[in-house]
């Protein structure tokens, strides 16, 4: 793999836990409401009695499965995919909330190329999150969940089809794009298309009661599809080198 010249580097940036620390308060948050969504739909509207280990195995076993649980709840329970992402995220005063590190935008700055925010998240959310972290002037494109459709199928992260889509409408080649992530599976599918991959582990040891929580590595192992492995995306100016380099097999 050639080297990448920073003139034409292109930077896909998740958002939870890589720009931010959903795993304080927002991702509780997130994953209780998610619970009561789908305790209501696996109980058809309180007429069933449901378990919380039947909630949880549901919306465990989509995240898995699908990558999303969204797409599980929509191809299982006929689910809308707006009500699911609007109820799920009604999460109350987001600003209180937030935790975030300081200096991202002058990070930011000091990364060569262009950058798109890359999200599973809703677009709502995702924007009040950015406005909040005061990055939005730093990207190029904003890319939430609503717009990973492909082939009229809703297609969000891991999927190698959307991927490859978000490369084809902006001009870009596998190569010269680094993708920016918290999540394992997400990071492989890029890594298979050619992607450069960076894994942010700073906030995955804080999850506990998240939907990530019986997902995440117990060890935090730098797998062979990682290209650079950082505790914080403030790393990421003293590892351009490496991103820049074909990495050498182990």
Known sequence: MPNIKPSSL???FDLDNTLHDASHAIFPAISANMNLYIARVLSNGGVNEVTQAQVDAARLGYWKRYGATLLGMMRHHDVRAADFLRETHDIGDLRAMMRAETGLGRLLQRLPG???LLTNAPLDYST??????NLGRHFARHIAIEQMHVHRQLRPKPSKLMLQ???RRHGVAARDCVLVEDTLAN??????LGLRTVWVTGYLRRIERSTLANARPRRLIRPTYVDV?????????KRLDQL???????
């Not at 990071?187 to 298979?192: D, T």
């Open 10 to 12: 292109v930077w896909l």
């Open 114 to 116: 262009r950058k798109i």
């Open 128 to 133: 009040q999150v950015m406005r909040h972290l």
């Open 165 to 167: 889509r978000v490369l």
């Open 187 to 192: 990071l492989k599918s890029a890594k298979q």
């Open 229 to 237: 492995k950082v505790k914080s995306v403030r790393q990421l100016p």
């Open 244 to 250: 820049r380099q074909p990495r050498r097999p182990r």
